[in-house]
């Protein structure tokens, strides 16, 4: 079993809340982690019927069942269940009583925003994280093509057979509670698209223009892949600086995994393909977002580009400071890859902070004006 990085951070939570909340992707590990985490609550998972018949015609009983508090894994399943915890913990007051989890954000947060505010800590747990499966890596192509969701690696599954089963799984349960689909084989290849985008500024129109729907649904079926961790946007920095930069956001995928299988690379592809640059940004970037999760870190990310295409894969501000990083798949170092960092560090001027170079090579190096890190030592960033 992976010691997972948010297990530290889910205790300290339920230290202070009655009520705390695990959600995040399908296979994320959620379960194993609330299960490892507090073994002396009783679990139960509202995806099983005759559990939530229970919870839905005798909640108190239900929420009574042990003495140490419950794990209810899936707790959306059964809305109603959410006001009555918010009844017994205003009564009780036990911090850590009851952990929730769900994989599907809508409904878990709509229950939580309605009867728990106040009352909950919330945690979102992505796939594992480079530092978490250091043991188990070989190599950068191997990694950018298993990605990092947990049953590859607990049970040893190929990557490929594993995600086509992901994705089929999603697309006909998860979308179709989500939105109205008659045509799964569109939005299959709209996600398709979406991959082939992966690390570049998102075109709505264009999007549109490809797979023949309107710019609205478009903006739609982009809300639902964001809301069930398939996607995120990254956002343009503009602060004080915005009639020179572009304002439209960048399209990642939370795991690289599922994004070189959208792509359609085998694993003796990666090395080869033009898509290699944008797999390991993506990868990066995905990396130090668990980091920020992981750790409940208060920071928000950006890419910073100006209206002459020079940019910076990832900014962020922190102790009145702006930091900058970027992005290098290339296993040696090229004075090149310092470029863009130097000319954002002389445009921000004293606004500036730390320059951080990652890149595909083993070695961490300290330079006069940069950090030079490792990819498989990209949460250093925040030491």
């Known amino acids: 079993m992976y010691q997972r990085s948010a297990e530290y951070t889910l205790r300290e939570l339920a230290k202070f809340y009655p009520v705390v909340s695990v959600t995040g992707p399908r296979q994320s590990g959620k379960t194993t982690l609330t299960r490892k985490t507090f073994p002396e609550k009783k679990y139960i998972s509202l995806e099983n019927l005759d559990h939530r018949r229970f919870a839905e015609k005798d909640p108190r009983r239900f929420l009574a069942q042990s003495e140490n508090g419950l794990i209810i894994d899936e707790a959306q399943n059964c809305p109603d269940l959410f006001s009555y915890i918010q009844g017994l913990v205003d009564e009780q007051k036990d911090p850590g009583k009851y952990i929730l989890t769900g994989s599907q954000q809508f409904g878990l947060m709509t229950g939580i925003t309605q009867s728990l505010a106040g009352r909950v800590g919330i945690i979102e747990l992505l796939p594992f994280s480079i530092k978490e499966i250091e043991t188990k890596i070989i190599s950068v192509d191997e990694t950018l093509s298993n990605g990092f969701y947990p049953p590859i690696y607990d049970r040893n599954i190929p990557s490929d057979l594993w995600y086509a089963d992901y994705i089929r799984t999603y697309v006909e349960r998860d979308v179709r509670k989500l939105i ?18 992966a690390g570049h500024l998102i075109n709505f129109t264009e999007l549109s223009n490809s797979t023949g729907i309107d ?23 503009y602060r004080n600086l915005s009639k020179k930069l572009v304002k439209t956001p960048k399209l990642y995928f939370y795991d690289v995994g599922l994004l070189s299988h959208l792509l359609q690379l085998r694993k003796e592809d990666i090395s080869i393909t033009p898509y290699r640059g944008n797999l390991f940004e993506n ?34 501000e922190e102790n009145q400071k702006i930091h900058a990083i970027e992005i290098k798949s290339n296993s040696t170092i090229n004075e090149s890859f ?22 595909g090579g083993p070695e961490n190096q300290l330079r006069e004006h940069f950090k030079i890190h490792s990819w498989k030592n990209s949460n250093q960033i925040f030491d």
Request: aromatic letters at 18%.
């Open 283 to 316: 990868m990066i970037i995905g990396d130090i977002y668990k980091t920020k999760l992981n750790f409940r870190k208060n920071i928000n990310f950006y890419f910073w580009r100006d209206n002459k295409g020079v940019e910076v894969d990832l900014v962020y």
């Open 338 to 359: 310092f470029k863009n960092l130097s000319l954002y560090k002389k445009y921000l001027g004293t606004d500036f902070g730390e320059a951080h170079l990652i890149y």
């Open 180 to 197: 109205q689909i008659k045509d799964l084989s569109l939005f299959q290849k709209f996600l398709r698209l979406c991959a082939a985008r």
């Open 215 to 237: 710019v609205r649904t478009v903006k739609s079926w982009i809300s639902v892949l964001e809301a069930s961790y398939i996607i995120f946007l990254l956002q343009p920095h």
